[in-house]
């Protein structure tokens, strides 16, 4: 990614995550996403799919979209990978960076709900 590329996709508040089936089919999904050091940190459900099929392929494709996960800009290719231990600080820490107090409002209701402890923190490298 261009200098240009990387202002454009990071003033997104969303980015749409794809992630592959071993069928070979892509799956889109829109997340929040943070900025730290050269890559984005997203977090979800730790049964969900994405996380699921991240742990057969690292094979990512990024695109900044809305929440509905309209594309509204360039795909990107990437690596994602799960993230464990202290590296799950990392992305909280850069996740509360960029969306402040959003992102402590959904840390109270996951935590309130039971769900902040099954979280799964992903990394995304771009290719």
Known sequence: MKAQQIKDFEAGDYMSLATRK??????????????????YYVFSAGHAGKVKRLRNFSDARIARCTVTGRITGETFEADAFVLEGKDEATALKALHLKYGLKMKITDIFSALSGKKQQRAYIRVDPR
């Open 22 to 39: 071993k069928s070979g089919e892509w799956v889109a999904t829109p997340v929040w996403f943070a900025p730290l050091a050269g890559s």
